[in-house]
């Protein structure tokens, strides 16, 4: 399976970058994840919005990209919100408790508003 990975600007130039993902993440599909989301930093973007909304499996090897993504952002005082409204991939996000650390919203609006 492959992943698509797309960067848009919400809101204009003031809003918070969106990241669209559409596939699976898993151990093979990652380097490509964080990839982007390390060039974003890189060009000093620290208010990233990841959306899952078309993630249809994501393994630890993807969580893993994400909190290193998280982690990153922080070290500037950003943020990194995710939009996932599929339960089995939120799922995952209850059962290892990343929801603690991860602002996760049910839709686009809420996650950039809340950034």
């Known amino acids: 399976m492959d992943i698509k990975v ?3 600007q919400s ?3 003031s809003g918070p970058t969106v990241v669209d993902l559409n596939g699976e993440i898993d ?3 990652s380097p490509k994840v964080k990839e982007t989301i390390s ?3 890189d060009q000093q973007h620290y208010r990233l919005v ?3 909304e078309n993630v249809r499996y ?3 090897t993807g969580l893993g990209v994400l909190i290193g993504g998280l982690k990153r952002v922080r070290e500037h005082s ?3 919100n995710l939009v996932c409204n599929n339960p089995q991939i939120r799922k ?3 059962i290892t408790g990343l929801v603690k650390i991860f602002g996760i919203y049910d839709d686009e609006k809420a996650a950039c508003e809340s950034i």
Do not use: P, Q
Request: proline share 0%.
């Open 6 to 8: 797309s960067v848009r």
């Open 11 to 13: 809101d204009g130039a």
């Open 27 to 29: 151990v093979y599909t």
């Open 39 to 41: 060039e974003l930093i």
């Open 50 to 52: 990841i959306n899952l």
């Open 58 to 60: 994501i393994d630890s």
């Open 78 to 80: 950003g943020s990194v």
């Open 92 to 94: 995952i996000f209850d």
